[in-house]
């Protein structure tokens, strides 16, 4: 079964950075799209960054310029570095699959981000 773990996540000031990560238990892991995805409290999930298996990016335009995801296909990892973190950034996030039904479309935990002073 595909597990995925998130951390990194916590309080930060707007104008902040952080750098979440997750670890991610899948086969062939290289093979996928892998994005990270948030969701807001009162809010359907979204995608926020996409890093397809050749390495090319794609972000929603409500973080490009800001975000930057990366991926570590020896370790079977996915991060996320956000800066310039805003309060409308406030929300759990979560990696998987893009779309989260290539991987079977079970969810982790998720890791808390908190944008505020």
């Known amino acids: 079964q595909v597990q995925f773990v998130e951390s990194g996540g916590g309080l930060v000031e707007p104008g902040g950075s952080l750098k979440l990560s997750c670890a991610a238990s899948?086969?062939?892991?290289?093979?996928?799209?892998m994005g990270w995805y948030r969701q807001a409290p009162g809010k359907e999930r979204e995608v926020v960054a996409t890093i397809f298996s050749t390495g090319n990016t794609h972000y929603a335009d409500s973080v490009k310029g800001r975000f930057t995801i990366s991926r570590s296909n020896a370790r079977n990892t996915v991060h996320l570095q956000m800066n310039r973190l805003k309060p409308e950034d406030t929300a759990i996030y979560y990696c998987?699959?893009?779309?989260?039904?290539?991987?079977?479309?079970?969810w982790g935990q998720g890791t808390q981000v908190t944008v505020s002073s």
């Open positions: 998987n699959g893009v779309p989260p039904t290539i991987l079977g479309g079970s």
């Open positions: 899948v086969l062939a892991f290289d093979r996928y799209a």
